[in-house]
């Protein structure tokens, strides 16, 4: 029959170079005063993404895709501009006239 062993643990073995530890409770820091300005007012700035070649609505009726390239950009009117534009993949052109508002 077994018999049950106690778990020894180091504590209870009677060592020659007995190191103790000595753990004292750490001060709490005074030192440092947490800020007072919160960082929540700060406002996030969105990256300004400004749609410089991207059409909108515009797609290429061949390759189906929306990425043209405005090859030539002919002002017609005060507040009309026609514009010639290639896509990209097909070198479909198009001519759209866009108005100013
Ligand atoms: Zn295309």
Do not use: D, W
């Not at 020659?16 to 005063?33: D, F, G, I, N, Q």
């Not at 009117?77 to 866009?98: F, M, P």
């Amino acid at each position: 029959m077994p018999r049950k062993r106690k778990p020894e643990t180091n504590e209870s073995k009677p060592e020659k170079s007995r190191k103790r530890k000595v753990v004292e409770p750490l001060p709490e820091p005074m030192t440092a005063p947490e800020p007072i300005a919160s960082v929540q007012s700060v406002p996030i700035l969105k990256p300004k993404t400004e749609p410089e070649i991207k059409p909108v609505g515009l797609r290429c009726r061949r390759c189906n895709c929306g990425h043209f390239e405005t090859i030539r950009t002919t002002p017609i009117s005060h507040n009309r501009i026609l514009r010639r534009r290639q896509c990209r993949y097909c070198g479909l052109r198009v001519t759209t006239v866009e108005k100013q508002l």
